[in-house]
């Protein structure tokens, strides 16, 4: 637990002080006050994080953790559970949507076996972090031990930490979990207080039927497992994911260097409420960078106040979201960096 | 005329046999059906415009036009007149805002002086098309003559034909002018039949005086003017501007080259209504970038049917939100021409 609580402690409020600095900045560019909006919020925004008058972005990561749950026997996924495996194989190939957006992006995507239910070849490009094979089925008792929960954060800060060595400028989350979206909204539930039926949603592509299958399961493991909603490792031990500890890892993390951390959907919403609950000020260095179609998440990013910027219908997790959302941060970077004012560009002010 | 009603004679309807086909490859890439929401809508799109099953963007341009506005002098806007020439000079220097975001998509800026009231020094990166030294006072009569109104949609067809010899893939559109939320939103309200004071906003942050003579001169220009609202040319030439026209042109001239075209916030908006009254089947070559502050583009957008790919608050103009929006296209084209199959990666399909 120690790890956990010095991370935490080590996350400090942002510099406001310097984020107004910046607004004047921004303000003596040559534009209308204000016209540039969210880019202008972004950029005070990854100033205020990184305490860096003029932030510099190069090294993008990307973390896609992959875990497999126990959940998935209750047939709440339209997917067989095989295929987290396969597409642990095919991030490392190269194949999957997050490494061409990540590609795209110019970030590179750090895969981690977090808790597949398999042993996984090893490859140069795969962190294996495993913390068990799969956690349980939370309908029959606990996902996970409160030691695995432990060490599944831990491991997430490990990664971090250790990728930081390589540089990090700017993070995103991902995930790949067969069944995951059901941990997603039962964390959901518990901690945002709302009912299991309104932060379900069709995952992967289920039926009506299943869909119902699937809130019963939810319902039922947050009746046997009783988690305290306030206590983010409890929750996670009860009905969460070794990926979804995982990426809450890396967003304290992140948050601790002083790191921006671009979240993607629904199960990395999931991950973060586990970060917000073990330490709220998480919530400032965090960049919402899309709402998902998966009902859910929503419910997650009203409970912290984050704003998604991307409004894409997505919902295939991975970091995709991230990525598409890591362009955008990296432009009011720019924006801040390398815009002339009005002084330089000889443009007249406002009148009025 | 004869060159417009040849653009418009020769926009087709985008090819709807190639999007189904495109569907069925996007459904067996390696993700759950449909997860990526707008993004396979986005790639879709662009194989139904250019007809190519892969499309490829090398050639990304922003056509940024400039023009002034003899409504200027009726006190609409918080800037000064000259601002309109100094930022264009802005734009050839590389010091705008357009010019930062458009560097971050790997675009090039095509800077047109389709209006500006006074004589610019000629730059080898400043294109010269200029109609007339700024439009008349829309409140005291036509803004432009009908002559004038055509040889500014002609003139924009010769730039985006003139520029498509050197390669254009995909196409923005961004604007500079002193006082054009004036016509833009006369345009607005004049198409979509909204009232005046329901489409017409602070622009550059006007306070409320300003505002209420803006919205006057709007509604007495409309009253003195009585445009046709289904006739395009007579709106831009009663109460539109150089640079309106002139995008509207460069609008015309991507559909019938099959060029995708991403339309940047409320002037390019106004310019896009322009075009669709001169030919509906315009609509499914337009990328909607984001949906600007000013209010009246929100009718812009639901009147035509385009949903924004960006919620960012922005309202800058020049192509700012059409440069973000670029990044989102290209990765929409790169998950179909670069994502392994569920064949090719050994990944299970879904069960049911």
Chains 1, 2 share one sequence.
Do not use: W
């Not at 977090?114 to 490859?123: E, F, N, T």
């Amino acid at each position: 637990m120690d790890r956990i609580t010095k991370t935490v402690k080590n996350i400090d409020t942002i510099d406001y002080k310097l984020m107004e600095a910046t607004q004047k900045r921004l303000d003596n560019l040559t534009k209308p006050l204000g016209s540039l909006g969210r880019l202008e919020e972004l950029a005070k925004l990854c100033v205020g994080i990184t305490r860096n008058e003029n932030p510099f972005i190069k090294n993008k990561v990307i973390f896609t953790m992959a875990g497999d749950h126990g959940v998935a026997e209750e047939g709440v996924s339209a997917y067989p559970k095989e295929v987290t495996a396969q597409m642990v194989y095919n991030f490392i190939r190269g194949g999957a949507g997050i490494n061409v957006l990540a590609r795209h992006a110019g970030a590179r995507v750090v895969v981690v076996d977090m808790g597949v239910a398999c042993d996984l070849k090893p490859h140069k490009d795969l962190v294996i972090k495993k913390v068990n094979y799969g956690t349980k089925n939370m309908v029959k008792g606990p996902a996970m031990s409160i030691e695995e929960a432990v060490k599944s954060i831990k491991n997430g800060i490990d990664i971090f930490e250790e990728e930081a060595k390589l540089g990090i400028d700017i993070a995103g989350t991902g995930d790949m979990g067969i069944g995951n979206t059901t941990p997603s909204s039962a964390i959901t539930s518990i901690i945002t207080g709302k009912p299991a039926e309104t932060v379900t949603g069709r995952g992967t592509g289920i039926d009506d039927k299943t869909l119902f299958c699937k809130i019963e399961a939810i319902k039922k493991a947050i009746k046997i497992n009783r988690p305290d909603p306030k206590n983010g490792i409890d929750v996670l031990s009860k009905v969460g994911g070794f990926e979804i500890g995982g990426l809450a890892g890396v967003i304290l993390a992140a948050a601790a260097k002083r790191v921006p951390v671009i979240i993607d959907g629904f199960i990395s919403g999931a991950a973060a409420l586990i970060a917000y609950q073990l330490q709220p000020k998480i919530k400032d260095y965090m960049i919402a960078s899309h709402c998902s179609c998966e009902i859910g998440h929503k419910a997650v990013l009203d409970y912290m106040g984050l704003r998604p910027l991307l409004d894409l219908d997505l919902r295939l997790g991975e970091g995709t979201g991230a990525a598409l959302a890591m362009g955008i941060a990296e432009a009011s970077i720019k924006i801040l960096t390398q815009m002339a004012t009005f002084e330089s560009a000889s443009v007249s002010e406002k009148i009025k």
